[in-house]
């Protein structure tokens, strides 16, 4: 099977299993009841495997080892809790089997995979506990194996035998899951995680064969409170630590040791200089310092187990809507530090450009760390905007009043941000926010990154785009040139504030060629120029 095919069925298996994902992540999170009853581990899987998922999208890769070392390090960078952790681990463990495993045998090379993945997830994990998402891995691995022997002798059909077998063994393994941990007999649930990997398993089932599992009858999340019990209780530990840490191999066993004497449910994975850290304490302090003695810690995030089962039971309790004039929030994605600065002195809560675009769990943090009752989600970039929607939905479920405004540009976010009043009802300020971005017509100059086919024709790499309300207009020229017919075309629907936004690349000729046109020609328009600092886009353009 060539590169092509395989990262095509890889991709498949994401589109399918993300999906599927969102569609069970309510059922998911219902049935979280182990390690900890905080209701997300649904939500926890979904970021973790669509961090992997847009890896891939992002890094657009032509042979099938780039692809998979992408995907195993978007899933450990997006790793959300216990429960994500270890299926990033999964996941990474996987993708190394299969890049140095022999694709002439692929159903043993699968077989092999599912091994070393379950071994690579028991292996990460401090305290390991059957009954979990470790013994549904396991199950799978082990019937995959069982049916290597009985393979087909043609390789195209040895893929799906093997998936087949792994799927069917993972169901069973999930309904066996409340006789091997008591606490989820006791609720009447089968555990959270193994269903979530039982998803997956499912979704690569349709897309190495064609064929989709009869769906198991769903968990009914209304059926079940919260019960009180493991770190939720009095004696457990109060909060969750997670923490990417930079850090060779060895300081890693003394980390382990010194974070298990801290607290449980303890999940280090990773390799090659990062890690994803995972552990449940009452000691934040205690376990920082220990991955700062072990390497350098980034991207700390610390939960508090109460403040997270006061959310849960708000949700689940369907409160009333907070009252006017309650705590807002504004969250809004900036691609570049100036723009950022402009968003955070506007008092929006700032989620910067790392990469092409933002994720789903950025926003969602984003959200939470304005601890306001109403959040105003701006995307501020096309691609972006359904990745809003599902971070304001998961953000709902938790009790936030939370509203997208489908900013499809950073102008059309400034625009919006700029017309905020928090006196104003929620609705109100919804409403008026929405209007300032739809009236403003946004445009921007770039230069082409490869030959490509655009709406205004050919292009070579390096020619100069114009783009208009977000198409390209424009081919060709020089920056100055572009930009002055981007304001024009712009300005000819009417206009009375033009605002450029000036990036990393931008000339202060590109600046004096505009506003010396638009001195000529339209005395009457205002003109703002802001220091945005984005990358790829030496202008931005809006007109209100």
Not at 98 to 126: H, K, S
Not at 238 to 247: C, F, I, K, Q, R
Not at 449 to 468: E, F, H, Q, S
Not at 516 to 530: F, G, H, K, S
Request: proline share 6%.
């Amino acid at each position: 099977m060539s590169d092509d095919l395989q990262i095509a069925l890889l991709q498949r298996w994401c589109d399918l299993g993300l999906a599927a994902l969102e569609a069970a992540r309510g059922e998911i999170d219902a049935l979280n009841v182990y390690p900890v009853p905080d209701g997300d581990t649904g939500t926890n899987l979904y970021l973790t495997f669509e961090a992997a998922r847009q890896s891939i999208v992002d890094a657009r890769p032509k042979s099938l080892a780039v692809a998979l070392t992408v995907f195993a390090r978007g899933a450990l960078l997006g790793a959300r809790g216990s429960s994500g952790v270890i299926l990033s681990q999964l996941l990474r463990a996987g993708a190394e089997q299969l890049m140095r495993g022999d694709p002439r045998r692929p159903g043993a090379l699968l077989a092999d995979t599912l091994t070393l993945a379950a071994d690579a997830g028991y292996a990460a994990v401090g305290q390991p506990v059957e009954g979990t998402i470790l013994s549904v891995a396991r199950a799978a691995a082990g019937a995959a194996q069982a049916a290597v022997p009985s393979l087909p002798h043609r390789p195209s059909g040895q893929l799906g035998v093997v998936i087949r077998a792994a799927a069917e063994a993972a169901r069973e393994a999930l309904e066996r899951t409340p006789d091997q941990l008591p606490v989820l007999k006791e609720a009447g649930v089968v555990d959270a995680g193994g269903r979530g990997l039982c998803v997956l398993f499912d979704a690569a089932e349709e897309a190495f064969t064609g064929r989709r599992p009869a769906p198991r009858v769903p968990y009914d999340p209304q059926a079940r409170a919260v019960a009180p019990g493991g770190d939720l209780s009095a004696d457990g530990p109060g909060y969750e630590v997670m923490y990417l840490l930079d850090a060779e191999d060895a300081p890693i066993v003394d980390l382990r040791r010194r974070l298990a004497r801290l607290g449980d449910s303890l999940v280090v994975v990773g390799g090659d200089g990062l890690w994803n850290v995972h552990v449940h304490v009452d000691d934040v302090g205690a376990a920082i310092e220990a991955g700062i003695d072990a390497g350098h810690p980034h991207r700390v995030r610390v939960t508090h187990f109460a403040d997270r089962a006061d959310q849960l039971r708000r949700s689940r309790a369907a409160a009333q809507p907070p009252a006017l004039g309650a705590a807002r929030g504004v969250v809004a994605f900036a691609a570049g530090p100036g723009l950022a600065e402009l968003f955070a002195d506007a008092g929006a809560v700032v989620v910067e450009r790392r990469g092409p675009r933002c994720s789903t769990g950025e926003l969602l943090e984003a959200i939470r760390s304005t601890y306001a009752s109403e959040v105003i989600v701006l995307p501020n970039d096309a691609d972006t905007v359904s990745v809003a929607e599902i971070a304001a939905r998961t953000a709902r479920e938790e009790g936030v009043r939370a509203a997208v405004i489908p900013t499809r540009a950073q102008v059309q976010g400034l625009a919006a941000v700029a017309v905020r009043q928090p006196g104003r009802s929620f609705d109100e300020d919804v409403v008026a926010m929405t209007t300032a971005a739809s009236h403003t017509r946004q445009g921007a100059i770039t230069v082409a990154a490869r030959d490509a086919m655009t709406m205004a024709g050919p292009c070579r790499k390096g020619d100069t785009l114009g783009i208009v309300e977000g198409d390209f207009a424009l081919v060709g020229g020089t920056l100055e040139a572009a930009g002055v017919q981007v304001v024009e075309r712009l300005l000819a629907g009417g206009g009375e504030l033009v605002t450029l936004v000036t990036g990393l690349d931008c000339t202060p000729d590109l600046v004096t060629r505009i506003a010396n046109r638009l001195e000529q020609t339209r005395p009457d328009v205002e003109l703002a120029v802001l220091a945005g600092g984005q990358p790829r886009y030496p202008l931005l353009i809006g007109v209100e």
